[in-house]
């Protein structure tokens, strides 16, 4: 079993599972995929889960009802990410965190990378309605491109993201779009579309992320002195 190891610019936790303890705590304090949307709409948003969690002892969070289909995607996730690498020709390993060094308040758990962490996947095991609605759409829902962004966000060696629907029963089981850095992507509505490359809105996200870290740092510290 691979081991944590350092990179430039991030460290990869193939040593942790996710859902664990450690788990849990790797995250405490960060910006993860499920709170990436929040970093490009409102940051400030952000602030008191984030800075809650660094004027508190780490313990688990009730992470709230489990329903069907969350443990169905989850029971899939091995199986999905297995097909993943089949689809695109290369070994995508189970990791439970990528730790950003440059800016400590991102990370994120993919659901698969590469072992020199230039190709990560994200995949989700939706509903049949939610699967077909995909294949029609023919694009990364728009309640999925977040993380896919914020995987270049906290990865500065990712050449390639991956993003997978996948259902087994379907006569089409694995829906697969890739993501590059040059790719277009458009993060605003019908009526007002708002299209950049990938590396462009990554620098947004980083700057959000910076911003947010230091706001934090400044409303503890001014907290401390009272």
Known sequence: MKTQQTFPGVIAHFEIEQGSEAWHQIRWGKVGGVLAKSLLGKPETLINHIGSCHLEPFYVEDEGYVNADMQRGKDLEPQARA?????????????GWLQSTVIPILGISPDGVTADLTISCEIKCPDKSKHAATLYGGIIPDDNIDQCLHAFTVNPLLEKCYFGSYRPECEHPLFVRCLTRESIVDMGTKAKPNCKPVAEWVAILQA??????????????????I
Do not use: D, F
């Open 83 to 95: 097909e993943m690498s089949k689809y695109i020709g290369v070994e995508l390993l189970p990791v």
């Open 208 to 225: 959000a992320a910076i911003t947010l870290q230091e706001n934090i740092k400044i409303y503890n510290e001014n907290l401390r002195k």
